[in-house]
């Protein structure tokens, strides 16, 4: 079943914090979070494991709170270079054999 | 490393052609996928490998068939293309290894357009 992004989508002015949200109905093993821009192809951010700790990258960082089967993603401090499309996928199982990604939350960063 | 590529770039096919989209990998990696994504939508899983010589269906398979004879490349097929098959389609690839996540490698993409 596909995870549900929220917000669809968000603007923001350079230097602005944002969070996306991605829950599930089910019980999830990890979550992914690719980020997509314009006319190109998903580029990975980060996994966050089922008992794992939060992840960080630069100023983008993630948590998963097992209970909710939700994950965030928090973008710190936006830049111009963080627009895009942001997408979550799901496993559920250890046995990797497929994500179910959601359905995207379009981020925009003005100047 | 070339990564994940994918052929060709673009096709604009006429409803009930057929064609073949080919997806190679330079990186040992076991799983494969097919995605195709619709304008503003996300992206849906149409089959998958987890092996040479192994395949399986994903969210949205009816209309495609795909192959992998070879560890390094997978094939998608259009046999009869309708104007529902208009879209985006990307390949994707991944290790694997125990218990542990690994993340998806994708190709560039393939935009194909049925009139």
């Known amino acids: 079943q596909q995870p549900v992004q929220s917000p669809q989508a968000v603007i923001l002015r350079e230097g602005e914090d944002a969070v996306i949200n991605c829950s599930s109905s089910?019980?999830?093993?990890?979550v992914h979070w690719y980020r997509q821009k314009h006319g190109e192809a998903p580029v990975f951010l980060m996994i966050l494991l089922k008992g794992g700790e939060q992840k960080g990258h630069d100023k983008i960082s993630a948590s998963f709170n097992e209970k909710k089967q939700q994950s965030s993603l928090y973008l710190t401090a936006s830049q111009l270079s963080y627009s895009g499309t942001y997408f979550c996928g799901t496993e559920m199982s250890n046995a990797g054999n497929m994500l179910t990604f959601g359905g995207g939350t379009r981020l925009m960063v003005k100047p | 490393n070339a990564g994940v590529t994918q052929t060709p770039k673009f096709r604009v096919l006429k409803t009930g052609q057929s064609m073949t989209l080919l997806c190679a990998q330079d990186?040992?990696?076991?799983?494969m996928y097919w995605y195709r994504q619709d304008p503003g939508m996300g992206l849906r899983l149409i089959h998958y490998s987890v092996g040479e010589g192994t395949t399986a269906k994903g969210e949205v398979p009816d209309g495609y068939n795909v192959s992998r004879l070879k560890k390094q490349n997978f094939l998608l097929g259009l046999e009869s293309a309708a104007p529902s098959q208009t879209s985006v389609y990307f390949c994707?690839?991944?290790?694997?290894?125990?218990?542990?996540?690994?993340?998806?490698?994708f190709g560039p993409g393939t935009r194909l357009t049925v009139t």
């Open positions: 990186m040992n990696h076991e799983y």
């Open positions: 994707a690839s991944r290790y694997t290894s125990g218990k542990v996540s690994y993340e998806q490698y």
């Open positions: 089910k019980a999830l093993y990890s």
